[in-house]
């Protein structure tokens, strides 16, 4: 069972960037499917990005395309969040969650497997 842990969140002025990471746990972990997905007060789990085992394919939200990129390094079990272009609505608790096939799901339920979450907090 992969175990995700994820890191780089904090607060940031708008406009700023900051970049998630998700290390796991397992090697396997390369033949996931890895997604993001965020949860701000009072509002339910949102997802935010997703990107196959091989990295070629991709998706996202509206409202951050252009602005975030999804990424993966297979060699080291990491995925990213690179997040430029900060606005206050972003703010949210940041969950990086993994499912084990090809396909990307927007759905949280169809994710078994969740990091703890990260803090970010951008201010006007």
């Known amino acids: 069972q992969v175990q995700l842990v994820e890191s780089g969140g904090g607060l940031v002025q708008a406009g700023g960037s900051l970049r998630l990471s998700c290390a796991a746990s397992?090697?396997?972990?390369?033949?996931?499917?890895m997604g993001w997905f965020r949860q701000a007060p009072g509002k339910e789990r949102e997802f935010v990005a997703a990107?196959?085992?091989?990295?070629?394919?991709?998706n996202y939200v509206d409202s951050v395309k252009g602005r975030f990129t999804v990424s993966r390094d297979n060699t080291v079990n990491t995925g990213y969040l690179q997040m430029n272009s900060l606005k206050p609505e972003d703010t949210a608790v940041y969950y990086c969650?993994?499912?084990?096939?090809?396909?990307?799901?927007?759905?949280?339920?169809?994710?078994?497997?969740w990091g703890q979450g990260t803090q970010v907090t951008v201010s006007s």
């Open positions: 397992e090697r396997t972990f390369r033949t996931y499917t």
């Open positions: 990107i196959t085992w091989s990295g070629i394919s991709t």
């Open positions: 969650a993994a499912r084990q096939t090809v396909v990307i799901s927007t759905t949280a339920a169809q994710y078994p497997y």
